[in-house]
């Protein structure tokens, strides 16, 4: 079983930063693609970035210029720093994690979410 941890959440005002951090563990043999969603309250899940083995990235257009999203390979981390935050940013933070088991079957593993609020 793959685990995913997120943590660096928390409380931010306006024009703010914050970096998350998420990492797996548990049987990998190889990771693919890792990437951060979020949830605002009332909506549904989307996702914010991503990032490919090969250091390939994806972001939505609305955090564009304001995010960034990096990876350690060597330790299956990913991190998502947060700039210039804006009320609209808040929500939980998912990270998800795509690769393949030591036993050579895929996963797709969510981490609990870390909650951003940004609020003044």
């Known amino acids: 079983q793959v685990r995913v941890v997120e943590s660096g959440g928390g409380l931010v005002q306006p024009g703010g930063s914050l970096r998350l951090s998420c990492a797996a563990s548990?049987?990998?043999?190889?990771?693919?693609?890792m990437g951060w969603y979020r949830q605002p309250p009332g909506a549904q899940r989307e996702l914010v970035a991503s990032?490919?083995?090969?250091?390939?990235?994806n972001y939505a257009e609305s955090v564009k210029g304001r995010f960034t999203i990096s990876r350690d390979n060597d330790r299956d981390s990913v991190y998502l720093q947060m700039n210039s935050l804006k009320p609209e940013d808040t929500a939980v933070y998912y990270c998800?994690?795509?690769?393949?088991?030591?036993?050579?079957?895929?996963?797709?593993?969510w981490g609990q979410g870390t909650q951003v609020t940004v609020s003044s």
């Open positions: 998800n994690v795509k690769g393949r088991r030591l036993v050579l079957t895929t996963f797709d593993s």
């Open positions: 548990g049987g990998i043999s190889s990771v693919m693609v």
């Open positions: 990032i490919t083995t090969d250091g390939t990235t």
